[in-house]
């Protein structure tokens, strides 16, 4: 089977005008060493530039490194045997670059040129895997939380995206509920908003407490698409279902933070729980009970997608919201699971989508990445090693290089 990281080959083209190139860059032509360049992935291009300045001024501009990070999709990694670092990856699994990283921070699932790690005990850092530089956040709450049960005993998701009519970062911080079975209690939510990765602004960030929503949201579920954070409903719910509770919440209800505007909005309805009796699904009560652990939240290239992972079945359903107004729906793809895959695991950790349409499957007991080809309904393994998480890289390493290469 081909490697992940296969495609087919462009036909030559023309050096793009304004392209950097010089006389010294040796006797390719330079449209020619443009194509010949733009077919290495980036561990050998960074080593290539030493060749000489006409090689290092192409290789590190913007007319050269946008299609190259096209071509070559780079992912942010942490893995289970070193927690030490965050690793930028190929699809092969290869390790282009080491980031040193905290103890105790965890990687959040983006899809950004930046990274974001966290801690449960309310510790915060952004990465910028380009230039190594770190943003700590401050653990300080918002001067309105200060005297909450929350913060003295926290347990703290995060979300980060960034804003695109700004260009601006930001930070969700969730204070979730002192105990399981909190009906009473609240989860606090606050915003924090950074330039970048300069540790130069961190004693400038403050964070300011928003409005608790009046439905309890799981916080480790949050997915940010766009400019908008995105949760399941809390398990608390699911609890309550499965003891016969009407609640009137449905398992896949999705309950969405608006970013930019720092204000929520409404539930949306996810198309799963209406059908699920029907002839489409066909399963019992107990199967329906059990929804909710099989529910994941995913960005597919700039949508909201809703995987339902069907364990007894071996099937993997993907639904994409269309419109957020109207709650329209629409499953794109229904994948079967290969029998090599997994058979322990139950639910999907992430989920991610190439730009050539393949989709990304991190399973979260083994820690393992699938890559799966819709067109010609095949999967390949993201290398041997088992990943804690993973994010989509959507910067350029090829710029000024800080840190730890491979």
């Given at each position: 089977?081909?490697?992940?990281?296969?495609?087919?080959?462009?036909?030559?083209?023309?050096?793009?005008?304004?392209?950097?190139?010089?006389?010294?860059?040796?006797?390719?032509?330079?449209?020619?060493?443009?194509?010949?360049?733009?077919?290495?992935?980036?561990?050998?291009?960074?080593?290539?530039?030493?060749?000489?300045?006409a090689w290092r001024s192409l290789t590190v501009d913007h007319l050269f490194a946008s299609p190259h990070a096209a071509r070559h999709p780079l992912f942010l990694a942490s893995f289970?045997?070193?927690?030490?670092?965050?690793?930028?990856?190929?699809?092969?699994?290869?390790?282009?670059?080491?980031?040193?990283?905290?103890?105790?921070?965890?990687?959040?699932?983006?899809?950004?040129?930046?990274?974001?790690?966290?801690?449960?005990?309310?510790?915060?850092?952004?990465?910028?895997?380009?230039?190594?530089?770190?943003?700590?956040?401050?653990?300080?709450?918002?001067?309105?939380?200060?005297?909450?049960?929350?913060?003295?005993?926290?347990?703290?998701?995060?979300?980060?995206?960034?804003?695109?009519?700004?260009?601006?970062?930001?930070?969700?911080?969730?204070?979730?509920?002192?105990?399981?079975?909190?009906?009473?209690?609240?989860?606090?939510?606050?915003?924090?908003?950074?330039?970048?990765?300069?540790?130069?602004?961190?004693?400038?960030?403050?964070?300011?407490?928003?409005?608790?929503?009046?439905?309890?949201?799981?916080?480790?579920?949050?997915?940010?698409?766009?400019?908008?954070?995105?949760?399941?409903?809390?398990?608390?719910?699911?609890?309550?279902?499965?003891?016969?509770?009407?609640?009137?919440?449905?398992?896949?209800?999705?309950?969405?933070?608006?970013?930019?505007?720092?204000?929520?909005?409404?539930?949306?309805?996810?198309?799963?729980?209406?059908?699920?009796?029907?002839?489409?699904?066909?399963?019992?009560?107990?199967?329906?009970?059990?929804?909710?652990?099989?529910?994941?939240?995913?960005?597919?290239?700039?949508?909201?997608?809703?995987?339902?992972?069907?364990?007894?079945?071996?099937?993997?359903?993907?639904?994409?919201?269309?419109?957020?107004?109207?709650?329209?729906?629409?499953?794109?793809?229904?994948?079967?699971?290969?029998?090599?895959?997994?058979?322990?695991?139950?639910?999907?950790?992430?989920?991610?989508?190439?730009?050539?349409?393949?989709?990304?499957?991190?399973?979260?007991?083994?820690?393992?990445?699938?890559?799966?080809?819709?067109?010609t309904n095949t999967y390949v393994q993201m290398g041997r090693r088992h990943l804690e998480a993973v994010a989509m890289y959507t910067g350029n390493l090829l710029s000024l290089q800080?840190?730890?290469?491979?």
């Open positions: 089977m081909a490697s992940p990281g296969t495609s087919s080959s462009p036909p030559s083209r023309s050096l793009p005008h304004g392209t950097p190139a010089a006389s010294n860059a040796g006797v390719l032509p330079a449209d020619v060493l443009f194509d010949v360049l733009l077919r290495l992935p980036a561990k050998e291009i960074c080593r290539l530039r030493a060749v000489c300045r289970r045997d070193d927690r030490a670092h965050i690793c930028v990856v190929d699809l092969c699994g290869t390790v282009v670059k080491r980031i040193p990283n905290a103890e105790g921070h965890q990687l959040l699932h983006t899809r950004l040129d930046l990274a974001c790690v966290a801690t449960a005990r309310y510790g915060c850092r952004v990465l910028n895997p380009a230039t190594g530089s770190v943003e700590i956040l401050p653990e300080r709450p918002a001067d309105d939380h200060l005297n909450r049960d929350n913060f003295r005993k926290p347990n703290t998701s995060f979300a980060f995206g960034r804003i695109a009519t700004t260009g601006e970062y930001k930070v969700l911080r969730i204070f979730d509920r002192l105990s399981l079975h909190g009906f009473n209690e609240q989860q606090l939510f606050e915003v924090l908003t950074i330039q970048g990765a300069s540790s130069s602004s961190s004693g400038r960030a403050q964070w300011r407490a928003r409005q608790s929503h009046d439905r309890f949201v799981e916080a480790s579920s949050a997915i940010v698409v766009g400019e908008v954070v995105y949760f399941k409903v809390d398990r608390l719910y699911d609890a309550r279902i499965l003891a016969g509770i009407n609640t009137s919440i449905k398992p896949d209800n999705i309950i969405s933070f608006d970013l930019e505007r720092e204000e929520w909005k409404g539930v949306l309805r996810g198309p799963i729980a209406d059908i699920f009796f029907t002839d489409e699904y066909d399963d019992h009560l107990e199967d329906y009970c059990f929804l909710w652990p099989e529910l994941t939240l995913a960005d597919l290239r700039g949508s909201l997608s809703l995987v339902l992972y069907r364990k007894s079945r071996r099937i993997m359903d993907l639904w994409v919201l269309k419109d957020f107004d109207t709650g329209l729906w629409v499953k794109e793809y229904v994948i079967q699971i290969e029998l090599n895959f997994p058979t322990t695991e139950w639910r999907v950790r992430s989920l991610f989508m190439l730009e050539d349409g393949r989709i990304g499957i991190h399973f979260p007991k083994t820690g393992l990445v699938f890559i799966y080809d819709p067109r800080v840190g730890d290469m491979v």
